[in-house]
T-cell receptor
Framework: GEDVEQSLFLSVREGDSSVINCTYTDSSSTYLYWYKQEPGAGLQLLTYIFSNMDMKQDQRLTVLLNKKDKHLSLRIADTQTGDSAIYFC????????????WGLGTSLAVNP | DVKVTQSSRYLVKRTGEKVFLECVQD?????MFWYRQDPGLGLRLIYFSYDVKMKEKGDIPEGYSVSREKKERFSLILESASTNQTSMYLC?????????FGPGTRLTVL
């Protein structure tokens, strides 16, 4: 079945850029998502990219999609301590977003 | 501002009890979801519903049931709680492009 993989941990210094990577197997993915989960909270959508795009930028966030390699990345510029959280990659191949296939999440630690 | 609310943030129950977890959304979404989240296992889909009175099993439905009598409300039921159902339970509802999550219910079964 479909699978989404991401590394479990990332540690960066405050002010540096963070890059969180994700690979997926479903070649018919329509949307790819990045969600953020702060401690003790639910998940919050950070950004998503449609599969016919290869890049999307939103303030400090840059999403890169390499559809050929089925690789998605999230770059956070000027990482702050408030960015410490778990970041989930997810993909959907249903336009109505009925089901998402989730990665296990990358725990980002930002050190002062 | 869109909102998904869950009835409790923390819940402690005893083995064998019947447990109801309630989720309400105010966005008129048709699709609603129940997940559980465990360390090292990520989010696992228990059940989802794409319309009132409609439900579909997710990846781990065993030991759970659901109810969707009204569009805005999706309930998760543990008929007889067991210790291996101790977990964080997350409810979500979705528009075309996004799933909106509630704050989660941390359930402990003793």
């Amino acid at each position: 079945g479909e699978d989404v993989e991401q590394s479990l941990f990332l540690s960066v210094r405050e002010g540096d850029s963070s890059v969180i990577n994700c690979t997926y197997t479903d070649s018919s993915s329509t949307y790819l998502y990045w969600y953020k989960q702060e401690p003790g909270a639910g998940l919050q959508l950070l950004t998503y990219i449609f599969s016919n795009m290869d890049m999307k930028q939103d303030q400090r966030l840059t999403v890169l999609l390499n559809k050929k390699d089925k690789h998605l990345s999230l770059r956070i510029a000027d990482t702050q301590t408030g960015d410490s959280a778990i970041y989930f990659c997810a993909e959907s191949n249903a336009g109505n977003n009925r089901k998402l296939i989730w990665g296990l999440g990358t725990s980002l630690a930002v050190n002062p | 501002d869109v909102k998904v609310t869950q009835s409790s943030r923390y819940l402690v129950k005893r083995t064998g009890e019947k447990v109801f977890l309630e989720c309400v959304q105010d966005m008129d979404h048709e699709n609603m979801f129940w997940y559980r989240q465990d360390p090292g296992l990520g989010l696992r889909l228990i059940y989802f519903s794409y319309d009132v009175k409609m439900k579909e099993k997710g990846d781990i439905p065993e030991g759970y049931s659901v109810s969707r009598e009204k569009k805005e409300r999706f309930s998760l039921i543990l008929e007889s709680a067991s210790t291996n159902q101790t977990s964080m339970y997350l409810c979500a509802s979705s528009s075309v492009n996004e799933q909106f999550f509630g704050p989660g219910t941390r359930l402990t079964v003793l």
